[in-house]
């Protein structure tokens, strides 16, 4: 809802623009960065080809296997429209468009890619002769050591915590808005970072943490990324000099986008993380431990 939102707020303020007779709004299209496409695509063609190969070996945990792919077909279409859709471009232009996409990949794309399970995808994806190297390599004990503490709760919920405030600090955020490298740094960070801390509060890795610790985790992080956005929100002081006469094309002064953007946040992306929180305890809820054996087990292993 808070993308339709967004949508009538510029094209409103793009007819106010007109009356005014502002700048016209520079052409906005799709951007097809190649490392980005790459990446896009040689995860989907990874995980088709897990999928397809995993499907045969399933049997009854097909109906399991069907979800995740849902999920992670979501999250990668969301990932894809926050990367290359106009969004991308509209980004140097308007803080708020910035928010929008930073908030798609950290609050909707991430979670719906780690209940997708892609490692596991991917892993079958492989050609057969390359999986056991490849697993060699990720039971390298300090690899294995590096990812567990990577997916500690603990340590994924402050990590993430540091990258969205420290990026957000306007030394960082504006040295991104003037370099394509520190811009891609911080993409990777912000998206980095979120996958770690769902793949750890959803209790998908190593660690399960309790109940009540993954709702705190979740309820923490809404109330620091909602401060941050209230921040943006009523502030007097335009934070990203960078913004300064870009939006004028779409009615807004930069004060206005910046309350805008901090808004979505703040309020959008708050509602997000209530959402989530609220969706684990309906799962938690609604379990039954299962008897016997772990269905999953075997070659059609999937968690």
Known sequence: MHLIGFVLLLLAGAARAHDVAAPVPPPLGWTFEPWVVLCLGLSALLYGLGLAR????????RAR???????????????????????????????????????????????LLVLGRPFALWMWGLPPRWRRPVGAAVRVRAVHAAWTLLTWPLFAWLLHAAVLWLWHAPLFFEAALHSNAIHTLQHVSFLGSA??????????????P???????YIFTTMAHTGALGALLTWSGIVWYPSYIGAGEAFGMDALEDQQLGGLIMWVPGGLAYLIAGLALVAKWLGHTPAAGPDAASGPGRIV
């Open 54 to 61: 995993l499907w045969k070996k399933s049997g009854e945990g």
């Open 65 to 111: 296997l069907r979800l995740q792919a849902w999920s992670f077909g979501a999250g990668w279409l969301a990932l894809a429209a926050a990367l290359v859709s106009p969004i991308d471009a509209m980004g140097t232009l308007l803080f708020s468009a910035h928010m929008l996409q930073h908030e798609a990949m950290m609050i909707v794309a991430a979670p």
């Open 195 to 208: 996958l770690l801390f769902w793949w750890a509060v959803l209790g998908i890795g190593t660690f399960r």
């Open 210 to 216: 309790q109940r009540g610790l993954s709702m705190l």
